[in-house]
């Protein structure tokens, strides 16, 4: 069995004339059985690098919203 664990994120950039674009990156660490270290090694790692472009929402984003609890 591979195990693997995912940390990343996204920082907006601009918002202009309510599109929104932004970048992001992640890098992701696996843990890999004994029979498959000859190929892939002790620790692989992987990432990429993104960037997201999102077209005007019809009725607006949430934006630095909090959700109420019950």
Same mark, same amino acid.
């Given at each position: ?13 601009? &918002? @202009?004339?309510?599109?929104d ?5 992640? #890098?992701? *660490?696996?843990?890999? +059985?004994?029979?498959? &270290? @000859? ?9 990429? #690098?993104? *960037?997201r472009?999102? +077209? ?11 959700m109420?609890?019950?």
């Amino acid at each position: 069995m591979v195990s693997a664990f995912t940390l990343g994120g996204l920082r907006t950039l601009a &918002r @202009p004339r309510a599109w929104d674009l932004g970048a992001g990156a992640d #890098v992701t *660490f696996y843990v890999v +059985p004994d029979s498959l &270290r @000859p190929y892939y090694g002790s620790s692989p790692v992987s990432f990429h #690098v993104f *960037f997201r472009i999102r +077209p005007p929402a019809p009725m607006g984003r949430m934006v630095d919203t909090t959700m109420a609890g019950r």
